[in-house]
């Protein structure tokens, strides 16, 4: 008799673009504006020690220079384990017509540590006893592709972006594990459009992934924006996940000099077993700042 067995390793992948910089590069601040946020996603609610994920970060577009730059920490936390990473990022644009062609790399380091002080286990357990702190680095590289964008109300009709990661972890030496590298590449592309009518716009996007230890991963569906002020999304995962999404976006009818946006994206899981109708939740917030504008 064979028994299949699936379990959760890492944390969930966002389902929300509004810091694609973290995975894409070349997706740092396309815009002509300065950018910052924070972002935090609880998975599992009702079970003791569910993986969290926070992030926060930051992006400045030197529109002139054609280029931006931007950085973020991220702090991923299931049960025992605990990564920290630290990322920084360069984008360099080009612009023909209406068309933006952004080329990206970016560099970030982690840290890894094991906290066993509340874990139960047999004695001398090999496996447990051999556990220990470790660190990491990547580099990545994107492209981005979108209509030219000056500042937020000049939203992008469409955005199209690829990716490569290299992903590199050093565990200390010990009698089990000798300083060996756990190496990943991972790739993906993700892309949208956007489709007026009126004050009211439809927002169709995708995003595949693919990891060479794991198997593929696609997330799609399509949001609605009425009035650019309040949005309402619904997206689903092959994880057999379905996304739902809120957005509130205050513009400078308000806030003078830039956009603030507030959303929440809750995830209701849909697969058999011991997860199956657990509810998850990302909420975030961003604050876009528009430079002065450049005419070119």
């Known amino acids: 008799m064979n028994t299949q067995l699936k379990a959760q390793q890492g ?24 950018s910052f946020g924070v972002n935090n996603r609880q998975e599992w609610f009702g079970f003791k020690n569910a993986p969290r994920t926070g992030i926060l970060y930051v992006e400045k577009s030197f529109w002139e220079q054609n280029m931006s730059v931007g950085g973020y920490i991220q702090k991923d936390q299931n049960g025992f384990f605990s990564d920290i990473k630290i990322g920084l990022n360069y984008s360099y644009q080009l612009r023909i017509n209406e068309v933006q062609l952004s080329v990206g790399i970016g560099f970030w380091t982690n840290s890894i540590s094991f906290d066993l002080s509340n874990l139960r286990t047999l004695k001398s357990d090999p496996v447990v006893e051999n556990l220990n702190n470790g660190r990491g680095y990547e580099g990545n590289v994107g492209i981005y592709l979108s209509n030219k964008v000056e500042n937020f109300e000049d939203e992008s009709n469409f955005f199209f972006g690829a990716y490569l990661d290299k992903i590199s972890t050093l565990f200390k030496k010990s009698d089990l594990i000798n300083n060996v590298y756990d190496n990943v590449w991972q790739g993906g592309i993700y892309g949208g459009i956007q489709l007026k009518y009126k004050n009211i716009d439809l927002e169709p996007m995708f995003w595949i992934d693919y990891e060479n230890h794991s198997p593929l991963r696609y997330y799609g569906g399509a949001s609605v924006n009425f009035y650019e002020t309040l949005l309402f999304g619904l997206y689903y995962s092959n994880d057999e996940r379905i996304h739902t999404k809120i957005e509130v976006s205050i513009h400078n009818r308000i806030l003078r000099d830039g956009c603030l946006r507030v959303y929440a994206i809750p995830s209701l899981n849909l697969g058999n077993g011991v997860l199956k109708k657990t509810i998850s939740i990302e909420v975030g917030i961003r604050y876009d700042f528009i430079q002065e504008l450049i005419r070119i």
Do not use: I, K, R
């Open 11 to 34: 944390p969930q992948e966002p389902g929300s673009l509004m810091y694609d910089l973290v995975w894409n590069p070349a997706g740092t601040a396309d815009h002509n504006h300065l």
